[in-house]
């Protein structure tokens, strides 16, 4: 159920930040391994700090340029955009650095999320957690790098820290999604995505390697990956999918793209089994293969832009415990045991309001719904709704209201009784406000009420502050 953003010449780069890849076992040949982890987590950082240099740092522009050595003709750009008026302004050296990167094929996007999120009331404890996630992304084509035209490859590494709100809270759902990936019991860093792409024709892609599947079911005001914009999974995509779909392993599969350059119809083969923390060869669809496919149409209802997406998978897998998922937190008991798993999802996004100023800034509703096996999956059934968007009062801000409803499974929820006690369907609202503070640093009030699947457990009340800073 992976979904990749439309490409067009430099936007086939935003388009990979969709896919995702491979990752190394942290668990084999100890330390050369985990020194050539901890160089490439470097080479990230360093990279992306690099082509974001800040601008606090460069104070006159002519004091270490002149405006013709910065080449502003040859970027095609004025001399107040480009250098500053008189080669003084602020921004030159930023914007040659990553010009550079970019005319050399290779774009990085690197951020780290914090997580500070307490139950002020019911759950299993009324605490407060600290946790976080790391995630570094490189784009390369291929093509301008001189291997093949058309070729892309994306390497994304990540890495979690500190604790999660959701165990002490007593949800079934994760509040803080990110938190726990990409291994929720480890600190390690891990290659998710190496992931490579060819395009065969301007519309038409064929893509291989180890991929994540965060990115699939896109929705243009409940995605964002937990970072950008909810934090609670039941709004980043639809859990129905968990079961059936892994987090990241290895696949392979087509996409093709609408008149807009976004994707209107992928579809991924993939290894059934969860292999973040190892290469995932050993384990290649030795238990057997799971299919997605997904397409989304745009639409223009109400004079302004919509999708309209539908999905279904299938794995062959047979299934005979819950497993550990860090999507989903459930303890490992054993199930009855069962062949096949299958889900089928639908979502829309439709803008309400669209700044006549600048058609990016919009605001609208979203609405999810699905259902799944319920012999394998313990959410038989999903139905979300919300607004979301950009904030009418303030540039660069967002905001979001979501309201979701999970149905329990009548074959899984039995079976956890004995270690939960009583399971029945479970409901939530999450509400957030993201303030842009710099044009790297932004700060995201939260607040969640969760009607606990757990029936033993009361109601939870949370509240929580996220902070993103992108570089």
Not at 60 to 65: H, N, P, Y
Not at 66 to 81: F, N, Q, T
Not at 85 to 99: M, V
Not at 316 to 340: C, K, M
Request: negative net charge; proline residues 4%; hydrophobic residues 35%.
């Amino acid at each position: 159920m992976t979904e990749k953003e439309g490409v067009n010449c430099l936007d086939r780069q935003a388009f990979f930040d969709r896919f995702r890849g491979t990752s190394m076992d942290q668990r084999q040949s100890a330390q050369n391994l985990h020194v050539r982890k901890i160089a490439l987590c470097v080479v990230f950082v360093f990279a992306g700090f690099a082509t974001q240099v800040s601008h606090a740092q460069v104070d006159d522009c002519s004091a270490l340029f002149a405006c013709d050595s910065l080449g502003c003709d040859s970027l095609s750009c004025d001399s107040a955009s480009c250098c500053g008026d008189d080669c003084g302004g602020e921004g030159c050296i930023c914007k040659k650095i990553r010009q550079c990167f970019a005319e050399s094929g290779i774009t990085f996007s690197n951020n780290l999320t914090q997580y500070y999120f307490g139950t002020v009331s019911g759950g299993l404890e009324e605490t407060s957690r600290y946790g976080g996630h790391g995630d570094y992304v490189a784009n390369m084509d291929l093509g301008k790098l001189g291997v093949h035209e058309g070729l892309f490859l994306k390497l994304r590494a990540e890495h979690r820290f500190g604790q999660s709100i959701g165990e002490s809270a007593g949800v079934i759902l994760p509040p803080t999604l990110t938190a726990d990936l990409p291994v929720a019991d480890s600190e390690s860093l891990y290659l998710t995505n190496v992931l490579f792409t060819q395009f065969l024709s301007e519309r038409f892609a064929v893509y291989a390697g180890k991929l994540d599947t965060l990115d699939g079911d896109t929705n243009a005001y409940a995605g964002g990956r937990g970072v950008t914009q909810f934090s609670n999974v039941a709004f980043v995509a639809n859990p129905i999918v968990l079961r059936s779909v892994p987090y990241a392993s290895l696949g392979c599969g087509f996409i093709v793209l609408g008149d807009e350059g976004e994707p209107a119809f992928n579809f991924l083969v993939i290894n059934p089994t969860d292999t973040a923390d190892s290469d995932g060869f050993d384990e290649l669809f030795a238990e057997g293969v799971t299919v997605s496919a997904e397409m989304r149409v745009a639409t223009d209802w109400l004079g302004t832009p919509g999708h309209q997406l539908v999905g279904a998978s299938w794995s062959s897998r047979d299934y005979v415990s819950l497993g550990q998922d860090p999507r989903i937190i459930l303890p490992n008991v054993p199930i009855n045991r069962a062949s096949d798993s299958w889900s089928v999802y639908w979502n829309t996004d439709q803008a309400l309001w669209v700044d006549p100023c600048d058609s990016t800034r919009h605001w609208g509703y979203f609405a999810r719904a699905g259902i799944a096996d319920s012999d394998t999956n313990p959410i038989s059934y999903l139905l979300s709704a919300g607004l979301g968007g950009a904030s009418p009062i303030r540039d660069g801000d967002t905001f979001g209201v979501g309201y979701y409803y999970s149905g329990t499974s009548d074959e899984i929820g039995p079976l956890l009784t004995g270690t939960l006690g009583p399971i029945g369907d479970s409901q939530g609202v999450e509400v957030f406000y993201r303030t842009q503070l710099t044009e790297s640093i932004s700060m995201t009030p939260d607040f969640q009420w969760i009607d606990q699947a757990r029936e033993q457990v009361a109601d939870a009340y949370l509240l929580g502050l996220r902070m993103n800073v992108a570089f």
